[in-house]
């Protein structure tokens, strides 16, 4: 007992360290989300759980945390590095990369979920204005580390539907700063008929001056600090100055009367503002893992499982009605975005959960006194609930995902293949760059329908959603050319800029449609001739061309009459031409 005085909670230090040491790995292995691994070991050893017996049973208490307070110092631990590994991603070059999704999906849905849900909670839970917007706002955030960790084991990152759940999670965390401060501020008030409007206004303007605060201590004092000592390459001064740095500005942030959390958050922030950001990031990597199941299992110890026996339907209700609505709004808005529907949807279920700042945040309420304990207990236990179940909701959205995007490029494959069977009769125009692209124009203008194929992707996406006739393909596969039945074509007009593709199209062509005329844009002299040859009727070389123009021009321009120009030019045309229709042709 003596040395348990001496080092405090050594027994719940070791215990957890043991944990960590068999969970991660274990987790790893059986493919386990860790967040969710950490909680539930939280929940069975904590004092709600196992925890609760050691009373009766001495010796479960050297494998159990039977008392929250002994563990309280590493919670604190856990939230403080949480925030700032956070604080590492919000990066303000990210943040202006993908501004439209992070400032414009993001802010919609914090505010439209914090409307909907803080309403249900003041008409439902709570009749206090106060109270109700901390809950809207705690709920209408998701986790961070529950989604992104889904993504990674999908390696669905760079997806479209996990890029958009980034932007929005981003601006879920930015949103956190002026969240804890407006509770700091409404518990200071500490009065249920408080100006929310006005406590909030004032949040705001103090989140301002934080944020300035930041950048005024990262110019003067972190960024020269960092500087100065980094040069040495000593991992043990780096790794000194990144918890420096943290529990400085957490600290300062303390004297300011703000939230330890924020601090670490803007230690985070400003260090990724800087160019030592990817050597923290490695320095910390290391202990990712253990701080954040350090956090994830104290947030564990503090659910009451017992609680899901007491009030069964309400803890149902509640976790079913915030994913619902919380996905409710999500997917319509992911879809303005511009991700289709099916991807929509499973981004709505992806984000549907409760987050892990609704541990951090519901616990500063409660201690401000604006929410009830029990109440809040209740809250945290059905946003605990929803992590359990993300993983199940992220594969049913996928699934949806799937079949409705498979819904859609089979209702596309068939609307194409309609396109093409009106296609017969038409000029087919292979290549729609500049060159095709006038010839298009100039075709359109005099009614001679014609279609066009393009392997630029998103060029052809462009056009074809303006209107245009134009189609991703190569024109060199016979397979193609007979769907838009090619033997009816008045002409096949080739314009691709590779010589190599031009000369195996007309190949092609050649071979499926002999009685086809091809005309086909050629290179140069050497590229005409061999078109020619392999049996293009007519072959027009850019080199030709433009060497004509730009000598008629010039020929004009020393005097001489436009129609003796137009003489010249079309005879030295002529002879061209001549030249290439006796090159023989293959056989």
């Not at 001064?237 to 303390?254: D, E, N, R």
């Not at 400003?270 to 950001?277: G, I, P, R, V």
């Not at 490029?409 to 017969?424: F, G, M, S």
């Amino acid at each position: 007992m003596q040395e348990q005085h001496a080092f405090p909670f050594l027994r719940e230090i070791l215990l957890f360290l043991a944990l960590a040491g068999i969970l991660i790995p274990l987790l790893q292995r059986l493919r386990i989300n860790q967040v969710l691994g950490f909680l539930a070991v939280g929940a069975l050893l904590g004092p709600f759980g196992l925890g609760r017996m050691a009373q009766d049973f001495a010796p479960l208490g050297l494998f159990t945390f039977p008392n929250n307070d002994n563990v309280a110092m590493l919670a604190e631990l856990g939230v403080l590095f949480l925030m700032f590994m956070i604080g590492l991603e919000l990066s303000a070059a990210r943040l202006w990369a993908m501004r439209r999704w992070v400032f414009g999906t993001g802010s919609a849905q914090v505010v439209l979920c914090t409307a909907l849900i803080g309403g249900a909670a003041y008409f439902l839970l709570v009749p206090r204005l106060d109270a109700a917007l901390v809950l809207g706002l705690v709920l209408s955030l998701s986790s961070t580390a529950v989604v992104m960790q889904l993504l990674a084991e999908s390696q669905r990152t760079a997806s479209p539907v996990g890029q958009a759940a980034f932007a929005v999670l981003m601006l879920q965390d930015l949103a956190v700063v002026p969240i804890l401060i407006l509770i700091g501020a409404l518990g200071e008030n500490g009065d249920a008929h408080t100006n929310v409007a006005l406590v909030a206004l004032l949040a705001m303007a103090k989140a301002a001056g934080a944020i300035a605060l930041i950048y005024l201590v990262g110019g003067k004092v972190v960024h020269p600090l960092f500087r100065a000592f980094a040069g040495h390459r000593q991992p043990d001064v780096f790794m000194a100055l990144i918890l420096l740095s943290t529990f400085g500005i957490a600290a300062l942030s303390h004297l300011a009367g703000l939230s330890m959390a924020l601090g670490a958050l803007i230690a985070g922030v400003l260090l990724a503002e800087t160019e030592f950001k990817h050597e923290v990031e490695l320095m910390v990597e290391p202990f990712k893992g253990l701080l954040m199941g350090l956090f994830f299992m104290t947030v564990g110890m503090g659910m009451d499982a017992l609680q899901i026996l007491h009030a069964p339907l309400w803890l149902a209700g509640a976790v079913c009605g915030l994913v619902l609505l919380k996905g409710a709004v999500i997917a319509p808005l992911l879809r303005l975005s511009g991700l289709p529907w099916g991807r929509a949807l499973e981004g709505g279920l992806l984000l549907g959960q409760g987050g892990e700042f609704a541990f951090i945040v519901i616990g500063y309420a409660i201690a401000a006194r604006l929410l009830d304990g029990a109440l809040g207990a209740r809250v945290m236990l059905a946003v605990g609930l929803s992590l359990f179940v993300t993983p199940l909701l992220a594969r049913i959205g996928h699934t949806l995902g799937e079949r409705w995007a498979e819904r859609a490029r089979a209702e596309e494959t068939r609307n194409v293949d309609n396109e093409l069977e009106r296609a017969r009769g038409r000029v087919i125009i292979a290549g729609f760059g500049r060159v095709g692209q006038q010839l298009a124009k100039l075709l359109a203008a005099q009614g001679i329908p014609y279609i066009a194929f393009e392997n630029d992707a998103k060029m052809v996406s462009r056009l074809h959603a303006a209107g245009a006739p134009v189609y991703f393909g190569n024109a060199a596969r016979p397979e193609l050319l007979r769907r838009v039945h090619a033997h009816d074509a008045p002409a096949i007009v080739l314009t691709m800029d590779h010589p190599a593709s031009a000369l195996q199209a007309v190949r092609g062509i050649r071979r499926e449609f002999p009685h086809v005329r091809v005309y086909a844009r050629s290179r140069d002299e050497k590229h005409a001739r061999a078109l020619k040859q392999a049996g293009a009727n007519v072959v027009v070389p850019e080199t030709l061309e433009a060497s004509l123009q730009l000598s008629a021009f010039v020929l004009e321009g020393m005097g001489l009459d436009e129609r003796v120009v137009d003489d010249i030019v079309d005879r030295e045309r002529d002879q061209f031409v001549a030249a290439l229709d006796e090159t023989p042709r293959d056989v």
